[in-house]
């Protein structure tokens, strides 16, 4: 999102020291000036460019147009996010892709 690294809001893990240091900087993660729902990408943003942590690459998400779901989609990540979230015909497309590649 806007050139900001994060791990996909859908359920991650963080290590204790982590959390301390989000719970310590809360008033940093506050000026970023996100709306309260992109909690995910503050902290993200916190991480990456304030504390220099990487997110691994396994925990990212990817947006999906529900009508362009290529033949060749990477199944490497966590998490397919539909534009639409009233597609369920694009989260079929997804797991018979990711049923046809294992």
Known sequence: MNGIDFASGSGYF???D????IV???EVLYNYGMPGWCDDVMIGKFVTQTLGVQID???KRIDLDP???PD???MSFYHY???NKG????LYRIHELKCKNQ
Do not use: G
Request: proline share 4%; aromatic share 0%.
């Open 67 to 69: 009508n362009d779901i």
């Open 57 to 59: 690459p396994s925990a």
């Open 24 to 26: 310590k900087n809360k």
């Open 81 to 83: 996010r539909i534009l």
């Open 87 to 90: 597609d369920a015909n694009a």
């Open 18 to 21: 982590l959390v301390e240091q």
């Open 72 to 74: 060749d989609l990477d």
């Open 14 to 16: 963080l290590s204790k």
